[in-house]
C-alpha cells in the first residue's frame, strides 16, 4: 500500500517533536547535532548528541542549531531536520509528506524562509509554518475556530510566547526570547556569584528541573540537591548544596519577563475576549510550564485561573500535524512547495 505520512513538527530550541498522522509522536528528542569539527560530518543527532554536549573532545563538536526558536546553524539545523523526517519515513510511506513545522510568532520573515527552505530541503513535498501557540491550541483540542478568547502561554526553551486565538486567527500576542534557557544561565550565576562555583548549563537545567520554583512555599522551600562545581578561588572541584529557596530566587528575572508577557497581553486584548479568558482559564503549555509553582504564580498575577497542558511538550506538534485537516486554517499558513 501507498500511503502519504504527513507530519507535524515542533522544531524546538530545546527538543524536536515529530507527529506523525495516525500514528502519534514518533520522534521526541532533543535539538542536538554531533559533528566532527573538521570536517563537518554529522556523528549522532538528537538524545546522544545531547549526551556530548560539554564533554566532547576537540574533534567533535556538539552544536544546538536552534536559539531562541530560530534557526542559528542552517547546515546543521537542515542536517537534524534531514535525519528526523528521514527516520520517519517507512517502505509503506512513499510519497514525500507534508510538513507543518510551528515556529515562533515573532520571528522575521528571512528566519521563516529559513525553516521552508530546510524543510523542502529535509524531503517535505510542501512545508507550511504555523505559529507555536496556535499549533498548541490545536493540539490541545481548544475550539479555536470559534469566536471565543482562547490565551495560550506556551513557555519553551528559547521562546515564551502568548498568545489569544479566536476564530481561527492569533488576536493580540507577545513573544519573548526569554524562556527555559534563559532559566538554566539564571541558576549558573546565582551559583557562580553566590558560591564562587561554576556550573554548566546542563547541569544548571537539572538543578531547574529538579527543585526549580517560583511561588513561595515551605515545601518547595525543603526542596535540595547537590551539584559538583569548580570552585573559582582554587580551580578544583567543590560540592554544594541547593535549595529550592535559593533556585526561586535565582529565577525571579526571567520569570518576571514571563509575567509582564501576560499582563502586556492581557491588557491588549479586547474586553469581550478577556471575559472568555477568565472563564476558560489562561492555558498553559511547554516545557517551562512544568516549572513548580508556575500556574499558581500566573493566577496570583494576573487574578485568571490557570489550566495547565496535561503533555505540555507535546501539543505544538500534536497541533501541527492535526490543522492539516483544517482546511480554513492551513490555507492562512505560509507555505512552499
Ligand atoms: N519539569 C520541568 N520543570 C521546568 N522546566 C522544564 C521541565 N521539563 C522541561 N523543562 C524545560 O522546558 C524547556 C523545553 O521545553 P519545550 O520542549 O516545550 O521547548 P522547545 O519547543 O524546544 O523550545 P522553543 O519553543 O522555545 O523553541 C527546557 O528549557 C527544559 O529545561
Known amino acids: 500500500m ?30 542536538v547535532v554531533a559533528m566532527n569539527a573538521d570536517t563537518g560530518e554529522v556523528i549522532k543527532v538528537g ?4 549526551m556530548m554536549l560539554g564533554k566532547t573532545p576537540a574533534s567533535i563538536v556538539a552544536v544546538r542549531p536552534l536559539r531562541d526558536g530560530v534557526i542559528a546553524d542552517y547546515d546543521v539545523a537542515l ?36 525553516i521552508l527552505e530546510a524543510g523542502l530541503e529535509a524531503g517535505a513535498a510542501r512545508v507550511f509554518l504555523i505559529e507555536e501557540p496556535m499549533a498548541s ?23 515564551t510566547e502568548v498568545a489569544v486565538i479566536s476564530l481561527g486567527s492569533i488576536v493580540v500576542w507577545e513573544s519573548i526570547r526569554i524562556a527555559g534557557d534563559e532559566m538554566d544561565e539564571a541558576i549558573v550565576q546565582y551559583v557562580r556569584e553566590t558560591y564562587r562555583v561554576a556550573i554548566g548549563e546542563r547541569t544548571g537545567e537539572r538543578i531547574k528541573i529538579e527543585i526549580g520554583n517560583v511561588f513561595p512555599s515551605p515545601e518547595y ?4 540537591t547537590i551539584v559538583t562545581g569548580i570552585d573559582l578561588s582554587t580551580g578544583l572541584p567543590r560540592r554544594i548544596t541547593i535549595r529550592g529557596g535559593e533556585v526561586r530566587e535565582a529565577l525571579m528575572v526571567p ?6 508577557a501576560i499582563k502586556t497581553t492581557l491588557e491588549k486584548t479586547p474586553p469581550e475576549l478577556v471575559t472568555d479568558i477568565v472563564e476558560r482559564g489562561i492555558v498553559t503549555s511547554g516545557g517551562g510550564s512544568l516549572t513548580r509553582g508556575m500556574d499558581k504564580l500566573i493566577e496570583k498575577e494576573t487574578g485568571i485561573k490557570v489550566v495547565r497542558a496535561e503533555d505540555p511538550m507535546s501539543s505544538v506538534a500534536i497541533g501541527a500535524g492535526k490543522v492539516l485537516d483544517k482546511v480554513d486554517i492551513l490555507k492562512k499558513l505560509q507555505q512552499v512547495d
Open 2 to 31: 501507498v500511503v502519504r505520512r504527513d507530519l507535524g513538527i515542533d522544531l524546538g530550541t530545546a527538543n524536536t517533536l515529530v507527529y506523525m498522522k495516525g500514528k502519534g509522536i514518533v520522534i521526541n528528542e532533543p535539538s
Open 47 to 50: 538524545l546522544e548528541a545531547k
Open 79 to 114: 542536517a537534524m531536520l534531514k535525519y528526523f523526517i528521514g527516520k520517519t519515513r517507512t517502505s509503506i510511506a512513499f510519497f514525500k509528506p507534508r510538513v507543518v513545522i510551528g515556529v515562533p510568532i515573532g520571528i522575521t520573515d528571512v528566519e521563516k524562509r529559513a
Open 137 to 159: 491550541a490545536i493540539g490541545l483540542g481548544l475550539d479555536v475556530e470559534e469566536p471565543n478568547g482562547n490565551m495560550i502561554v506556551d513557555i519553551g526553551g528559547g521562546t
Open 221 to 224: 522551600d525543603g526542596l535540595e
Open 255 to 260: 520569570v518576571n519577563a514571563i509575567i509582564d
